[in-house]
T-cell receptor
Framework: GAVVSQHPSRVICKSGTSVKIECRSL??????MFWYRQFPKQSLMLMAT?????????EQGVEKDKFLINHASLTLSTLTVTSAHPEDSSFYIC????????????FGSGTQLSVL | KQEVTQIPAALSVPEGENLVLNCSFT??????LQWFRQDPGKGLTSLLL?????REQTSGRLNASLDKSSGRSTLYIAASQPGDSATYLC??????????????FGKGTLLTVNP
């Protein structure tokens, strides 16, 4: 069964609105979750590392005030795209590190965001 | 900065054929390498994970090899089936704790297996 649940799977919104994406670790506690973004025909790029109970660590070039990450519990991390614009349209996907760092990462099913 | 390259970008084969997907990375200081499968508009499914100390891993019709010193990995798929059609992604995890063991992905190989 699925290890990670991500919702919604698809969002279409108007420019200027905010969109929240949820990532849940099912049956496992996840102290660390990762958020990735994938533009068409491009690699998945790490946006930020979400740590439970502390501030997220953002990769270079990712605006922390635009992509708000909240990891309030060991099973839930949220990514909020604030004041979304068409250039934010992308495939967003979360992943969870369960266990040691040398073990597999499990990914959610992703969220396709389209900003009109 | 780690860079991961996958060749070919796309591959189309008839059903039943054996095939090899290639992955190369620029920084050999890796923790592990993982192969994923991605179906259109969906998440990633982990196929095989090879630790830096390992040379290969096998799961069913899949075999992945790792040559860390040369920065290369291959994914071998035996007796391909139409259900194998997907994008295959290679990702390496760095071993620098300061970068949170970041996973760096290639752009993937789009595989089409024709009936």
């Amino acid at each position: 069964g699925a290890v990670v649940s991500q919702h919604p799977s698809r969002v279409i919104c108007k420019s200027g609105t905010s969109v929240k994406i949820e990532c849940r670790s099912l049956d496992f506690q996840a102290t660390t979750m990762f958020w990735y973004r994938q533009f068409p025909k491009q690699s998945l790029m790490l946006m930020a590392t979400s740590n439970e109970g502390s501030k997220a660590t953002y990769e270079q070039g990712v605006e922390k005030d635009k992509f708000l990450i909240n990891h309030a519990s060991l099973t839930l991390s949220t990514l909020t795209v604030t004041s979304a614009h068409p250039e934010d349209s992308s495939f967003y996907i979360c992943s969870v590190q369960i266990g040691r760092v040398d073990e597999k990462l499990f990914f959610g099913s992703g969220t396709q965001l389209s900003v009109l | 900065k780690q860079e991961v390259t996958q060749i070919p970008a796309a591959l189309s084969v008839p059903e039943g054929e054996n095939l090899v997907l290639n992955c190369s990375f620029t920084d050999s200081a890796i923790y592990n390498l993982q192969w994923f499968r991605q179906d259109p508009g969906k998440g990633l499914t982990s196929l095989l994970l090879i630790q830096s100390s390992q040379r290969e891993q096998t799961s069913g019709r899949l075999n992945a090899s790792l040559d860390k010193s040369s920065g290369r990995s291959t994914l071998y798929i035996a007796a391909s089936q139409p259900g194998d059609s997907a994008t295959y992604l290679c990702a390496v995890k760095g071993n620098s704790g300061g970068s949170n063991y970041k996973l760096t992905f290639g752009k993937g190989t789009l595989l089409t297996v024709n009936p």
